[in-house]
């Protein structure tokens, strides 16, 4: 069976439950959409999906490690992950307890 793409679904989103229906061709279709934009990073709800570019890509420079750990809810931001690194640390931080 085939799933319908829908029209909101064709650009890519930042994150995949923000649509109003998600399958499984709304989830690849999305990936692909970005992928091919070099943006490999996607996020489903708290979960984020990495997709190797098989290229050097400039995501990983201070200024960008400086533009997440800045952000007190970094999902305000694109996926990435220093964005999950800083929820994870911000988690820790306000409980005072480890994982």
């Known amino acids: 069976d085939f799933q319908v793409v829908l029209p909101e679904q064709e650009e890519g989103v930042d994150d995949v439950c923000t649509l109003t229906s998600v399958n499984d061709a709304?989830?690849?279709?999305?990936?692909?959409?970005?992928?091919?934009?070099?943006?490999?990073?996607?996020?489903?709800?708290?979960t984020l999906i990495a997709v190797n570019p098989f290229?050097?890509?400039?995501?990983?420079?201070?200024?960008m490690v400086d533009?997440?750990?800045?952000?007190?809810?970094p999902s305000e931001l694109p996926p990435h992950i220093f964005g999950l690194c800083q929820d994870?640390?911000?988690g820790l931080r306000s409980k005072r307890k480890d994982q």
Do not use: E, W
């Not at 970005?34 to 708290?46: E, M, N």
């Not at 533009?67 to 007190?72: D, E, F």
């Open 55 to 63: 290229k050097v890509l400039p995501l990983y420079a201070q200024d």
């Open 88 to 90: 994870a640390i911000n």
């Open 26 to 46: 709304a989830l690849l279709h999305c990936i692909r959409v970005r992928y091919f934009k070099d943006i490999i990073y996607t996020g489903v709800a708290r």
């Open 67 to 73: 533009k997440y750990m800045a952000m007190s809810d």
